[in-house]
């Protein structure tokens, strides 16, 4: 028994010092400069994605056979993202004014629909391709002529999501048309350059 408690109390007396430097203070570091970078981004809903449907207004800046001068023009714009890249646009062109106030000789109003490309989805700038395809009518707005025929244009666009829901929009494009004026078939073409607000639903 007594060689027992000697070997317990000789093994307690060497345990100690053990115990001792286990109770000190742990030692401190410096905080780490870049636990900020590893912490999980916030999920956001930037961008264009499927099922989405984007709607816009442009004020355009034209140049066209339609007058001698650069004269405004609007543009109206419904987008249908069938996947993340891909969509199906629906849009109304309408020729308003000469930059100075003045009227028009002619006004055309076109009515297109075709498919857009999106090279960047999911991301705030995003930007891509279209082609359009429709009618053109001369006049129709001012009920001076039903002169209608087929017009094609191409075109791209430039988009910055603000949020979930506002975008700003970019639209440069170029439209042909063989239509008739004042008793003359002629081809007429427009380039449109484009700016103006969006909103997703």
Known sequence: MKIRQLACSLLALCLAPVAVLGAEAPRSYPDDPFADDRLLLKPTEIGATRG??????????????????????????????????????????QDLVEQDGEQLAHKFSSARVGPALHLRPWKRVDLGPYLEG?????????????????????????????????????ELERAWTNVEVDGVLDNHHRSAAMFGLGFNF
């Open 52 to 93: 989405q449907v984007q709607f816009s207004a442009l004020g355009a800046l034209v140049q066209g056979s339609n007058s001698k001068d650069t004269y405004l023009g609007g543009k109206l714009g419904l987008e249908f993202m069938a996947n993340e890249f891909g969509a199906i646009r629906i849009t109304g062109f």
């Open 134 to 170: 429709g009618i053109v009518v001369v006049d129709a707005v001012d009920g001076r002529s039903s002169a209608k025929e087929p017009e094609v244009a191409l075109g791209g666009f430039i988009t910055i999501h603000i949020d979930s829901y506002v975008f700003i929009r970019m």
